[in-house]
């Protein structure tokens, strides 16, 4: 390991990771970003619309129809 990534034992905290992205792609840095926001977004939405849909179902399912 080079002396710039730090100690083995270093924690992993958000501005390494950052800079870590950075490093790798630093011209499409804003796209990577981006593209992480819209996945955490849409699995925050993914659950929503499991969680609700499921109790709907099965009280459809109860009632008969």
């Not at 990534?5 to 390494?16: I, L």
């Not at 939405?45 to 399912?61: K, N, Q, R, Y």
């Amino acid at each position: 390991m080079s002396h710039e990534q730090g100690d083995p034992g270093e924690a992993m905290t958000d501005r390494s990771v950052k800079t870590a992205v950075w490093r790798y792609s630093p011209r499409y840095s804003w796209l990577v970003e981006a593209f992480q926001d819209a996945l955490m977004v849409s699995s925050f939405g993914f659950w929503a619309l499991l969680l609700g849909v499921i109790p709907v179902m099965a009280f459809c399912m109860l009632r008969g129809g």
